[in-house]
């Protein structure tokens, strides 16, 4: 209580990407120039709710919000201990006939509370609508394991950051996506597969030659 009450140092770091919990997260603006989408974000929350403004029996529900990561932050308080905080665009939320969750990036929501611990949440992915540029079909994901190491129940552990940190407040640290993995297995014989559908076309233009 005492480190909280002096709060945190006024230079906090900023990253653009933070690994957390089995989830790689990147802000908008690294998603931006990658292929893969890792900014999407999802929070249940509860919430109170009231039938009008006589009602003095608020009802307790479970809301969930979907939003995109603008900014990781990491605050820091006097050596202490630190807090890495994620500052996110929140969108409202709608279900089609189908009961399938979507979202519309151009309807935002939440603008006074926009920082979630980087722990609270978890990820998903946006497939945007053929029809409708702004509405986005929400597909959550599993956690997974990067590293695939097994190390002692640790939560410093299952944190990675992904840019060099910087205390400068202007000079923010920037990361080197130019990072190369191995695709291809080493450890075992390769398995040559027939190409089916080759075959069946090549059929399919012997049929329409006899025809």
Avoid at 45 to 50: K, L, N
Avoid at 102 to 128: G, P, T
Avoid at 149 to 174: G, M, R
Avoid at 186 to 195: G, R
């Amino acid at each position: 209580m005492k480190e909280l009450s002096r709060g945190p140092n006024t230079v906090a770091c900023r990253f653009s990407g933070y690994l957390i919990n089995g989830y790689r997260f990147h802000t908008k603006q690294r998603d931006a120039r990658r292929k893969t989408q890792n900014s999407g974000v999802t929070l249940v929350s509860i919430a109170e709710s009231f039938a009008s403004t006589n009602d003095r029996n608020p009802i307790t529900d479970s809301l969930t919000c979907y939003g995109t990561i603008i900014e990781i932050i990491e605050v820091d308080y006097y050596g202490h201990f630190k807090a890495v905080l994620f500052r996110c665009d929140w969108f409202e939320v709608e279900e089609d006939k189908y009961g399938l969750i979507c979202v519309h990036f151009n309807k935002r929501c939440f603008l006074d509370d926009s920082f979630v611990l980087a722990s609270q949440v978890h990820q998903c992915f946006y497939i945007q609508d053929p029809f409708n540029a702004n509405r986005n079909y929400v597909m959550k994901t599993i956690p997974r394991d990067f590293l695939n190491i097994k190390e002692p129940s640790d939560s410093n552990s299952q944190q990675f950051y992904q840019s060099e940190p910087s205390d400068h407040p202007v000079n923010l640290a920037t990361s080197d996506d130019n990072i190369e993995f191995e695709l291809v297995r080493t450890d075992m014989e390769p398995t040559v597969v027939e190409n089916y559908l080759h075959l069946l076309n090549a059929t399919e233009s012997e049929n329409d030659s006899e025809i």
